[in-house]
């Protein structure tokens, strides 16, 4: 219960304001838009970057733990593929979207505030590495099965380049970037700068959580209920345990920085499989139910994985 009341209430709480403010009308489209837009590219980047400027970063990358999020992720994702065209009989750019259905969270606006909340400043670093990596790795990876699937040879071309700009164009991706190399330089951040990037990150965790309850209110479960409960499946339960096996058993890797990946990898489908879905033309109706009905249900799954996890 103390789990519940203490973490999950006031992260999920948000969500489920958020939510309930945008189908009552009080926020519309716009203010979706404008809270959505100060979170993606102001609080939540200035908050990375005061983060990281000031952690104690480890003498090497822990590759152990990178390996075991991504091994996971990157396996989840192929199992998806694999349901989406042996089950239900997708075609290949259909199975590329199914595969980010399954294998891609939520990091940003509900993962930095749940992860924050149950495991403190000391899963700063962690959690801020994952982040980093995870539209890198995983958005390409599933363009180029898209693209594969369509006979786009010219797309698969470009999309080393689409995918450089695209990171150099995304705030948050840039918040960690400067983040780290002003803390790898040792630089300081000056007195007011931080005072004005506190006050920002202070606004980043609840603004995150309120504008992912927003978004969720415009969707609508549809499509194939069969494929999306197995892509659900898939995405908090299975991945999840693949992150725990490769973290505990192949790589040994910290138990603090073994239950942020754990806790990562359970957290539902993420907004951007829709967004990408959508983008494409395939597979949207089956990402959106996703993105709706998995964030439901970790209400539940959540707060037990805390509970085994000792978070008390």
């Given at each position: 219960m103390t789990i519940i009341l203490d973490i999950i209430l006031p992260v999920f709480g948000l969500v489920l304001i958020g939510f309930g403010a945008t189908k009552a009308g009080f926020f519309d489209d716009a203010a979706i838009r404008g809270l959505s837009l100060f979170v993606f590219n102001f609080a939540i980047p200035v908050m990375l970057f005061r983060t990281l400027?000031?952690?104690?970063?480890?003498?090497?990358?822990e590759w152990g733990f990178l390996l075991s999020y991504y091994g996971g992720a990157f396996a989840v994702c192929g199992l998806g593929m694999a349901c989406a065209g042996l089950l239900f009989g997708r075609p290949l750019e259909a199975q590329g979207a199914a595969a980010l259905t399954a294998g891609y969270s939520n990091t940003v606006l509900l993962g930095i505030p749940l992860i924050l909340t149950a495991f403190g400043d000391a899963a700063g670093l962690p959690l801020f590495l994952l982040v980093a990596f995870h539209s890198l790795l995983l958005l390409p990876a599933a363009t180029a099965v898209i693209e594969a699937g369509r006979g786009r040879a010219e797309g698969l071309k470009r999309l080393p380049l689409v995918t450089a700009i695209g990171m150099a164009k995304n705030?948050?991706?840039?918040?960690l970037m400067a983040g780290l190399a002003f803390n790898l330089l040792g630089l300081a951040i000056p007195g007011p700068v931080d005072t004005v990037a506190e006050t920002l990150g202070r606004a980043a965790l609840p603004c995150a959580?309120?504008?992912?309850?927003?978004?969720l209110a415009?969707?609508?479960i549809a499509g194939s209920l069969g494929e999306s409960a197995v892509l659900i499946g898939l995405k908090i339960l299975v991945h999840p345990i693949l992150v725990w096996v490769l973290a505990t058993w192949v790589f040994s890797v910290d138990p603090l920085w073994t239950s942020v990946a754990v806790v990562m990898a359970a957290l539902p489908t993420g907004v951007n499989a829709y967004l990408f879905a959508q983008r494409y033309g395939t597979g949207i109706a089956t990402a959106a139910t996703a993105v709706l009905v998995s964030t439901g249900i970790t209400i539940g799954t959540l707060s037990l994985l805390l509970y085994v996890l000792g978070v008390r």
């Amino acid at each position: 219960m103390t789990i519940i009341l203490d973490i999950i209430l006031p992260v999920f709480g948000l969500v489920l304001i958020g939510f309930g403010a945008t189908k009552a009308g009080f926020f519309d489209d716009a203010a979706i838009r404008g809270l959505s837009l100060f979170v993606f590219n102001f609080a939540i980047p200035v908050m990375l970057f005061r983060t990281l400027a000031q952690t104690d970063l480890p003498e090497t990358l822990e590759w152990g733990f990178l390996l075991s999020y991504y091994g996971g992720a990157f396996a989840v994702c192929g199992l998806g593929m694999a349901c989406a065209g042996l089950l239900f009989g997708r075609p290949l750019e259909a199975q590329g979207a199914a595969a980010l259905t399954a294998g891609y969270s939520n990091t940003v606006l509900l993962g930095i505030p749940l992860i924050l909340t149950a495991f403190g400043d000391a899963a700063g670093l962690p959690l801020f590495l994952l982040v980093a990596f995870h539209s890198l790795l995983l958005l390409p990876a599933a363009t180029a099965v898209i693209e594969a699937g369509r006979g786009r040879a010219e797309g698969l071309k470009r999309l080393p380049l689409v995918t450089a700009i695209g990171m150099a164009k995304n705030p948050i991706f840039v918040g960690l970037m400067a983040g780290l190399a002003f803390n790898l330089l040792g630089l300081a951040i000056p007195g007011p700068v931080d005072t004005v990037a506190e006050t920002l990150g202070r606004a980043a965790l609840p603004c995150a959580t309120f504008a992912m309850g927003a978004s969720l209110a415009r969707y609508r479960i549809a499509g194939s209920l069969g494929e999306s409960a197995v892509l659900i499946g898939l995405k908090i339960l299975v991945h999840p345990i693949l992150v725990w096996v490769l973290a505990t058993w192949v790589f040994s890797v910290d138990p603090l920085w073994t239950s942020v990946a754990v806790v990562m990898a359970a957290l539902p489908t993420g907004v951007n499989a829709y967004l990408f879905a959508q983008r494409y033309g395939t597979g949207i109706a089956t990402a959106a139910t996703a993105v709706l009905v998995s964030t439901g249900i970790t209400i539940g799954t959540l707060s037990l994985l805390l509970y085994v996890l000792g978070v008390r």
